[in-house]
């Protein structure tokens, strides 16, 4: 996978992007967030742990077909 980070020019000079996730990389991207937040870890977390946005990493799981737990967190058992 690329980590390569370019600096940005134009209106916000000094922020940086991360190029798009394509093909066969973007694929891989999807089963690792899936199988982590299957695992219990946080869209944030996510995002955080692979220099994503949070709206992408989120984005990511939805493409990859994941139910995404409601903002309290883990699902708790009916009964």
Do not use: W
């Amino acid at each position: 996978m690329s980590e390569t980070v370019t600096p940005r020019r134009g209106a916000r000079q000094g922020s940086e992007y991360r190029p798009r996730l394509r093909g066969e990389e973007r694929e891989e991207m999807r089963k690792t967030l899936a199988k982590k937040y299957k695992a219990g870890a946080s869209i944030r977390d996510l995002a955080a742990e692979h220099n994503l946005s949070y709206g992408l990493a989120r984005h990511l799981l939805i493409e990859a077909k994941v139910p995404l737990r409601g903002r309290s967190g883990r699902r708790k058992a009916r009964g």
